[in-house]
């Protein structure tokens, strides 16, 4: 079974300063791995993913994310934020077979506050 | 557009009142779920659907029913709504099997409040 944990329930930051997001998982197989955003008062919407391939990916927004197998993790950095990606993030994580065990896993949240 | 439509939006109701939300995806996804996100909890899984009249509990099914006699739609049945019930619901779906990546796609959620 896989289970994921995004250490950090709450992340103030001030804008224009970098931000990292964390997210550790855990499974015995390999995983699909995700992160979602929810802005206020709307469902969620997919920032990114990393099927394979290379272990950065990046969003159209400036997020981008790093694969790191050894130590589980799936961290979403952003070098500068704005007012506007204040939202609540999501990670989650699926093994790369369907079927019934094919169904997401999310963390808790982050909800990230940017300030002026 | 592709999209995951739930009705209602907000709705407030009183213990023991029958009621059902309702979920409906113009995209052909085989795959349909539910979740309820609460405060502290995050997103957790109620029932899901792996295609037409297949459907099997998540993580948390108690006072719950679903059905998916359509593709399209997938309604989530309260028969007898407790306040403990009372979260904000998400529909989502995605294709089923190896093929697919499993990227959800939500719906807007629906708020429900039980007095």
């Known amino acids: 079974a896989q289970s994921v944990t995004q250490l950090d329930s709450q992340v103030p930051v001030f804008e224009e300063a970098p931000v990292e997001l964390r997210c550790n998982y855990s499974s015995s197989v390999s995983v699909y791995l995700f992160w979602y955003v929810q802005y206020p008062n709307q469902g969620l919407q997919l920032l990114l993913k990393?099927?394979?391939?290379?272990?950065l990916v990046e969003s159209i927004n400036g997020f981008e994310a790093e694969f790191n197998k050894s130590q589980t993790s799936f961290h979403l950095r952003k070098p500068s934020v704005h007012i506007s990606d204040t939202a609540e993030y999501f990670c989650?994580?699926?093994?790369?077979?369907?079927?019934?065990?094919?169904?997401?896993?999310f963390g808790k949240g982050t909800k990230l506050s940017v300030k002026p | 557009e592709a999209q995951v439509t739930q009705n209602p939006r907000y709705l407030i109701t009183v213990t023991g009142k029958k009621l059902t939300v309702t979920c409906s995806q113009n995209m052909n996804h085989e795959y349909m779920s539910w979740y309820r996100q609460d405060p502290g909890l995050g997103l957790r899984q109620i029932y899901y659907?792996?295609?037409?009249?297949?459907?099997d509990k998540g993580d948390v099914p108690e006072g719950y029913k679903v059905s998916r006699k359509e593709k399209r739609n997938f309604p989530l049945i309260l028969e007898s709504p407790s306040p403990n019930q009372t979260s904000l619901y998400f529909c989502a779906t995605t294709t089923s099997g190896t093929s697919g990546t499993g990227e959800l796609f939500f719906g807007e959620g629906s708020r429900l409040t039980v007095l």
């Open positions: 989650a994580v699926r093994p790369p077979y369907g079927g019934s065990q094919g169904n997401l896993i």
């Open positions: 990393y099927l394979s391939g290379s272990t």
């Open positions: 659907s792996m295609n037409v009249e297949v459907t």
